[in-house]
């Protein structure tokens, strides 16, 4: 009987092992979840802290265009949208926003323009900054050389702002 009673307390034992070991198993998997959720979490606030800052705005971006400009001929400024020559001011591309559409024009062999009202002029200098600007109200300053605007800086113009 005395060999029975000890197999039957190694038996026990083992069986608290493997419980022990499965309780530990449990507690290490809670703990790897409880870090996985709160890291993306974090991850998450971090994202939408950036989305928020970027809606609310900021300090509008200004854009350095690269353009030959005589010094000696005075610079003015100038205000409206960025569109192409194509397009002008009413995109044909309903499926398309404005910026989308006049990238779609140029890249097809239109030129960019900024449209104000009436007033349509071409413009002259780095496309990549232009592409940027697309679809925008902006303000830049230049050379007016007959319809075209020889571009030397421009910068995105808030809603309702006047320059």
Same mark, same amino acid.
């Given at each position: 009987m005395e060999v029975h009673n000890k197999e039957a307390g190694t038996l026990g034992e083992a069986l608290r092992i493997i419980v022990r070991r499965k309780d530990r198993l449990w507690l290490t998997l809670l703990a790897f979840f409880a870090v996985t959720t %709160?890291?993306?979490? %974090?991850?998450?606030?971090?994202?939408?802290?950036g989305v928020?800052?970027?809606?609310?705005?900021?300090?509008?971006? =200004?854009?350095?265009?690269?353009? =030959?400009?005589?010094?000696?001929i005075p610079s003015q400024t100038f205000s409206g949208v960025i569109t192409d020559?194509?397009?002008?001011? /009413?995109? /044909?591309?309903s499926h398309q926003s404005a910026s989308e559409c006049a990238r779609a024009?140029? /890249?097809?062999?239109s030129r960019y323009t900024v449209v104000d009202g009436d007033k349509n002029y071409e413009l002259?200098?780095? %496309?990549?900054?232009?592409?940027? %600007?697309?679809?925008q109200r902006v303000a830049l300053t230049g050379v007016l050389d007959g319809n075209t605007i020889k571009v030397s800086s421009?910068?995105?113009?808030?809603f309702g702002?006047?320059?």
């Open positions: %709160l890291a993306s979490s %974090l991850v998450l606030a971090a994202l939408l802290a928020t800052v970027a809606i609310a705005g900021g300090e509008a971006p =200004q854009v350095q265009v690269d353009t =030959q400009v005589d010094p000696t020559a194509r397009c002008g001011a /009413r995109h /044909r591309n024009c140029v /890249r097809d062999g002259a200098g780095n %496309l990549s900054h232009f592409d940027l %600007l697309a679809g421009a910068s995105v113009q808030a702002g006047h320059e």
